[in-house]
């Protein structure tokens, strides 16, 4: 296990909004690989925004791949940034971009995506 900044328990107490998105690593195909397919990923951010504030992971090589985070937080890069990273496959660091993935989808602009939908085919 590894943590970095805030965890879910603190955020409460401090009365800091927060966001949790969780990536299991039971998906990941390095962790299947190497027959360690257990633990998570779970990155607390500021309510609509990239920003990281904490982070937890538990699993295999968790030390190594918080080190990813640290870096990200020291220098205010949020989630968006390590989603555009290249991340080796097949490794454990993906993990760190598919919870940046998954951070991303709960917050795609529905309302637009629909919108453009509708203009691209109107065109057709």
Known sequence: MARVGLNE??????????????????????????SEAHGFVKVLTAP?????LGVTIV???AG??????VLAMRHGIGLNKILGT???YPTLAEANKYVAGNWK??????KLLEWVGRFHRWRL
């Open 9 to 34: 328990l603190e955020a409460k107490e401090r009365n800091i909004p927060c966001e949790v998105t969780h990536y299991g690593i039971d998906d990941l195909d390095r962790a299947i690989a190497d």
């Open 48 to 52: 609509g925004k990239d920003r990281i």
């Open 59 to 61: 699993g295999e090589h």
């Open 64 to 69: 190594d791949l918080i080190a990813e985070y």
């Open 86 to 88: 290249i991340h080796i």
């Open 105 to 110: 989808k709960a917050h795609a602009p529905v």
